[in-house]
């Protein structure tokens, strides 16, 4: 019993910590730029997040202050959503 639950923990501490890895996280800062084909915000900071494609900043303007909930997916930040404010 010992031999199978050590194993059966190690695997579910990995798995715990790559969850926590993906969970999403908040950029807050001004629009530096925006590229509406290849759908990316720079923030003031120069961090920048890539959306997906058929993305529409059109209500959005340089300098605007913006919340942006995004992924990390290996080293892009992957956004799911953009809020003025």
């Known amino acids: 019993?010992?031999?199978?639950?050590?194993?059966?923990?190690?695997v579910a501490?990995?798995?715990a910590?790559?969850?926590?890895?993906?969970?999403?996280?908040?950029?807050?800062g001004a629009i530096q730029s925006m590229d509406g084909k290849a759908c990316t915000v720079t923030l003031a900071d120069k961090?920048?997040?890539q959306f997906a494609p058929k993305c529409?900043?059109?209500k959005l303007k340089a300098g605007e202050k913006v919340a942006i909930t995004y992924t990390?997916?290996?080293?892009?930040?992957?956004?799911s959503a953009i809020t003025a404010g």
Do not use: W
């Open 1 to 10: 019993m010992r031999k199978f639950l050590v194993p059966l923990m190690l």
């Open 13 to 15: 501490s990995i798995g």
């Open 17 to 28: 910590s790559s969850m926590a890895l993906a969970a999403p996280s908040t950029a807050h």
């Open 47 to 49: 961090s920048v997040y």
């Open 56 to 58: 529409d900043f059109s």
């Open 72 to 79: 990390l997916n290996g080293k892009v930040n992957q956004a």
